[in-house]
């Protein structure tokens, strides 16, 4: 129950595109879903996150779009660039105390390849 | 403000050794947790410490300790180190309340032989 499921695991897009990454979670009680970008030999960098209570949070070209009754959130990444490349790791984690604290479930990452 | 350093970067360790790894989390986050990356199992939570307090614990082996110190700054140790322990392990610090987003530093690339 705690698994978040990621998809693709990888994906090629020509610069300009659209790059769509998807998730889905089993945990109910998961209320805080953020996206982190990883290059090589880096650790991961946090690019956005949403909370439920709504259902797509914009910023810049990166988009997440949140679907609380299927249990799915997707990232969106406009205009793709090849700057863009990279490894894309979905996560979901509880506010909520006890065995929540500071824990992110992760999914299995997805590798975006944008061509010049 | 700087950002999440960890130290060593890397590492190359010998099988039944023992590895201590530190991590200085941003200025004023009182929250570390630690993480072991691999490419087959993917980020795998460790542990979470707050206030020097162990407050969460993933599902690894006693061999995986760690501590917090008054400063914020924490250590992992891995001690009997097994070939799987091979990892990039990474911390990540956070204000430790709403909101609890967590900031990686660059990781300590652990290799055992």
């Known amino acids: 129950q705690q698994q978040v499921k990621q998809s693709p695991q990888s994906l090629i897009v020509q610069k300009g595109g659209i790059s769509i990454i998807n998730c889905a979670y089993e945990n109910t009680a998961f209320d805080y879903f953020p996206w982190y970008q990883q290059f090589p030999g880096k650790g991961p960098a946090l690019l956005i996150a949403i909370r439920p209570d709504v259902s797509e949070k914009k910023e810049g070209r990166f988009t997440i779009s949140f679907n609380k009754s299927a249990k799915q959130f997707s990232l969106h990444i406009m205009d793709s660039q090849p700057g863009d490349s990279a490894t894309y790791f979905c996560?979901?984690?509880?506010?909520?105390?006890?065995?929540?604290?500071?824990?992110?479930?992760f999914g299995q990452g997805t590798i975006l390849t944008v061509h010049p | 403000k700087a950002g999440v350093t960890q130290t060593p970067r890397y590492l190359i360790k010998t099988r039944g050794q023992q590895v201590t790894l530190s991590c200085s989390p941003i200025s004023g986050h009182r929250s570390v947790s630690w993480y072991q990356q691999t490419p087959g199992q993917g980020l795998q939570f460790l542990f979470e410490y707050f206030s020097e307090t162990q407050r969460n614990k993933g599902n690894f082996p006693g061999r995986f300790s760690g501590r917090q110190f008054s400063n914020s700054r924490s250590e992992m140790n891995v001690s009997t180190l097994e070939l799987g322990d091979s990892a990039l392990y990474l911390c990540a610090s956070s204000l430790g309340q709403n909101p609890y987003e967590q900031y990686f530093g660059p990781g300590t690339r652990l290799t055992v032989t």
């Open positions: 996560a979901a984690s509880r506010d909520a105390g006890g065995t929540s604290y500071g824990k992110l479930t």
